[in-house]
């Protein structure tokens, strides 16, 4: 019988990890002791969750098949703060290198400014974990100059600079590693600029005959990320126009890209993604309930509206979405964000969406077509535009009405404009943007508040006496009157220009006219 004596100052270990709150990572001391004397036992403490609690077997069996002893005596494993609810499996690979640690096989030294994180298999493989870049950016924060995480989430962790990234792919590896025996090579920074492809899409503005002014209104809607919905009858276009705006929007920044790369961490739908490159185009189901919609659940996660963060939410038939789900959008369209609150704490996801919705005028669908009679009784119509608050239409800038396409357009060879040109407009309109906010944490005209409009914002005199009438005769609100300037402004950037005259007013006010 071999008889291990412990050095007193190996006893005790501490370990950097994090955990993710919301999207964003709170560093966690994973503090181990293994105590001289005592019966074995394997204990861990600092609110953790049924996930974490596992982690004793994994970690157990990890080390154990690494071919290293476990200490036959007691184990604590504290999770400080004590007072953060932990969650997951990411803290099993600190706690396996907190218990090698503080047994001596590790040194301490080697520890210094490292942040550790993974799932660990019975075998002691590392395997992917949840919100990595949320974790790596905390680490950048706090000047933690190397993290260690499974060969899985190299792809993600890599976006974050001035941070040493090491691939881990088994515990045995890590040992090696840190004792200086078999040493693992940082992983290299990529501009993972230069790894965006360009993207193919189904749909596209040229295959779509006519429909000249919901073209129009969403390359508007693109440009200045402006909240749209398309109103008409079934077989118009309404749904093939929404599918082919992806189509036509810019490329995002890189701030864009890490911020929704992180929603998408956090959430775990990266999957075989490197990152997410393209705007995100979420097209929920009417039954979707509003959490799905706009996130919660007793472990708080990120719902529809944050996952198309920086893209487009389309909400298809959207009186078909029940009131009380389609309410809940009013603060986040408003604000950016969306609170949820819980007993153990509150939320913040971001939620600065495009929203596009479409609509038909009455339940048949058919009301005012020129062809086919409606059936529907007034009070049935009536309650179908109600599930539509006014508060709610009032936040959607863009109205347009999509009219049956007429027999010449459809049979017409005609091709109309493509993708392509649209795009390329866009592109300009928010270049213009982009050096008006400078500085600033918008991008778009759609993101102004109203102190912005004043600064940024410049009505010619005619223009001026144009926007009072129509407040007069329209009855504006005072949200629809900034909107109604927005829009105009994001005309102006379309065609080059810095001040907004008539012309560009008047062609945003068509498009506000219609739910005043």
Do not use: V
């Given at each position: 019988m071999t008889l291990v004596v412990f050095d007193y100052f190996n006893m005790l270990a501490k370990i950097f990890s994090g955990t993710v709150i919301g999207?964003?990572?709170?560093?966690i001391e994973v503090e181990v002791d293994v105590a001289a004397q005592g019966f074995p036992g394997f204990t861990i403490v600092g609110l953790p969750d049924k996930s974490v609690g596992e982690a004793k077997e994994r970690v157990r069996a990890a080390i154990i098949n690494a071919s290293f002893k476990v200490p036959d005596t007691r184990i604590t494993v504290n999770l400080a703060p004590a007072d953060i609810p932990k969650v997951g499996s990411a803290f099993d690979l600190p706690i396996a290198v907190g218990i090698l640690t503080a047994s001596g096989i590790i040194k301490k030294e080697i520890l210094n400014n490292s942040l550790f994180l993974g799932e660990l298999s019975l075998r002691g493989d590392v395997r992917k974990v949840s919100g990595a870049i949320s974790i790596a950016l905390l680490a950048k924060s706090k000047k933690i100059k190397k993290i260690f995480v499974s060969r899985e989430n190299i792809s993600e962790v890599i976006l974050v600079d001035d941070i040493e990234v090491y691939p881990v792919d088994s515990?045995?590896?890590l040992i090696l590693h840190l004792n200086e025996v078999k040493l693992i090579s940082p992983f290299p920074h990529q501009d993972f600029i230069s790894l965006i492809k360009e993207e193919k899409y189904d749909y596209l503005f040229e295959d779509i005959k006519g429909q000249e002014t919901a073209k129009r209104a969403l390359e508007m809607a693109a440009a200045g990320f402006h909240n749209i919905i398309l109103k008409g009858?079934?077989?118009?276009?309404k749904t093939l126009l929404s599918r082919a705006f992806p189509s036509i929007l810019p490329a995002m920044e890189k701030e864009e890209i890490l911020e929704v790369t992180k929603i998408y961490s956090v959430a775990g739908l990266?999957?075989?993604?490197?990152?997410i490159a393209s705007r995100p185009f979420r097209s929920p189901h009417h039954t979707t309930s509003r959490i799905g919609l706009v996130g919660g659940g007793s472990n708080p996660s990120p719902g529809e509206i944050s996952l198309a963060h920086r893209g487009v939410l389309f909400l298809d038939e959207i009186p078909e979405f029940p009131r009380s789900t389609l309410e809940s959008l009013r603060q986040p369209l408003e604000d950016g964000f969306i609170t949820i609150s819980r007993a153990s704490g509150t939320l913040i996801f971001p939620s600065r969406f495009l929203l596009l919705a479409a609509s038909n005028p009455c339940p048949c669908?058919?009301?005012g077509h020129e062809k086919k009679?409606?059936?529907?009784?007034?009070?049935?119509i009536l309650k179908y535009r109600k599930r539509l608050s006014g508060p709610l239409l009032d936040r959607i800038d863009l109205h347009i009405d999509v009219p049956s396409v007429s027999e010449e357009k459809l049979t017409s060879n005609i091709l109309s404009e493509s993708s392509q040109k649209v795009r390329e407009r866009v592109v300009k309109a928010r270049e213009i943007q982009k050096k008006r906010?400078?500085?600033?944490?918008?991008?778009?005209n759609g993101e102004m508040s109203s102190a912005q409009i004043k600064k940024f914002c410049q009505l010619s005199p005619e223009a001026i006496n144009l926007l009072k009438q129509a407040i007069a005769k329209l009855s504006l609100s005072a949200r629809s009157y900034f909107k109604t300037i927005k829009i105009s402004q994001t005309i102006a950037d379309l065609n080059g220009k810095e001040i907004i005259d008539t012309s560009y007013l008047a062609e945003a006010l068509q498009f506000r006219s219609h739910d005043e």
């Open positions: 999207l964003d990572g709170i560093l515990l045995i590896n009858p079934p077989g118009t276009g990266l999957q075989n993604h490197n990152f669908g058919y009301l009679p409606c059936h529907c009784l007034p009070g049935t906010f400078k500085g600033l944490k918008i991008f778009s």
